[in-house]
């Protein structure tokens, strides 16, 4: 049997997967409270640095589970399916909002609702093979869930009217094209480059990290001098929690000269 959710943790990289491969990894209730649990337990650990979202199998997640989530649960009335919601909801906010930062490795189909973990994920790798749609129009309902802002705040709006009301798939390289998500590679290369990927995010401050995750998800809405000032104080409140950080990152740059802050990142181990 599957195990829903799995996870291992590999030199500070948390391999999260979405584990129903024999239902494409559908979202069920089943699922969705247990990425939330497992989620928990990683997030403030010590010995994780980054959280990587894949998934077992042919899928990344083909979206709602329609038997569990939406027929199993629409027959316990509007409280089950409330209840529903709030759980799935609730670990894509939380990943959205998470301490470490997150990459989604896209290995298959991701369909609807998978769009919402998508969009959690800071950023997005795919394999070329993958195959990404809005499906819900295809049975015959709207792309609810957060799906529809997803595609709003990713793609123009052609790219998100064309892909919503046709139910179309694009393959990993349009959907790198289009801002779906980062950069596409073969399958049999996905893992290495997301392993290069979270080299580079290990060797950073995680305090900057965190506030710049957050500063780019936040700035969006705002006019420009609501976002200068955000970002003062959002700094401010960084160096609260780490200010030795980027006292040492300004020190091997001006007094030791031991490397270049426009070439990489300041050694945190010093
Ligand atoms: N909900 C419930 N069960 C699912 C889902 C799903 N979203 N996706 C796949 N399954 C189940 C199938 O019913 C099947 O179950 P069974 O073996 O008990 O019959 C099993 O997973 C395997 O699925 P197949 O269709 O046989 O797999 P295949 O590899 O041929 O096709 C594909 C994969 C294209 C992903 C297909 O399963 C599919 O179209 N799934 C639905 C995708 C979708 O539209 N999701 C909903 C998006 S809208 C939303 O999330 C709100």
Not at 46 to 56: F, M
Not at 71 to 76: H, L, V
Not at 96 to 118: E, S
Not at 201 to 212: E, F, I, M, S
Request: charged share 30%.
């Amino acid at each position: 049997m599957s195990d829903i959710v799995k996870f291992e943790v590999v030199n500070k990289i948390a391999w999260v997967s979405f584990d129903r491969p024999e239902k494409r990894n559908a979202m069920s209730p089943a699922l969705n409270r247990k990425m939330m649990s497992v989620l928990d337990e990683l997030e403030f650990r010590e010995d994780v640095g980054v959280l990587v979202l894949t998934g077992e199998g042919s899928a990344w997640t083909a979206g709602m589970d329609l038997q569990e989530y939406f027929r199993d649960t629409e027959a316990q009335g509007l409280k089950g399916i409330r209840q529903s919601q709030r759980e799935s909801y609730g670990w894509w906010r939380r990943l959205r909002w998470y301490q470490k930062p997150t990459i989604a490795m896209v290995n298959g189909w991701c369909f609807g609702g998978g769009y919402g973990p998508l969009f959690a994920c800071d950023l997005a790798f795919a394999a070329d093979e993958a195959k990404f749609g809005l499906s819900e129009i295809n049975w015959g309902i709207l792309p609810g869930g957060g799906a529809t802002k997803v595609a709003v705040e990713l793609l123009s709006f052609r790219h998100a009217m064309y892909h919503a009301m046709t139910g179309e798939l694009v393959d990993g390289k349009k959907a790198a094209d289009w801002g779906l998500v980062n950069e596409s590679v073969p399958l049999n290369k996905l893992k290495e480059r997301v392993e290069e990927v979270c080299k580079v995010l290990l060797a950073k401050n995680p305090t900057a990290l965190k506030a710049t995750k957050d500063a780019i998800r936040r700035v969006g809405n705002m006019d420009y001098d609501e976002a200068e000032d955000y970002l003062v104080h959002m700094q401010e409140a960084a160096n609260s929690f780490d200010n030795e950080g980027r006292k040492e990152g300004m020190k091997q740059f001006l007094d030791e000269k031991t490397y270049k802050p426009g070439l990489g990142a300041y050694n945190r181990n010093k």
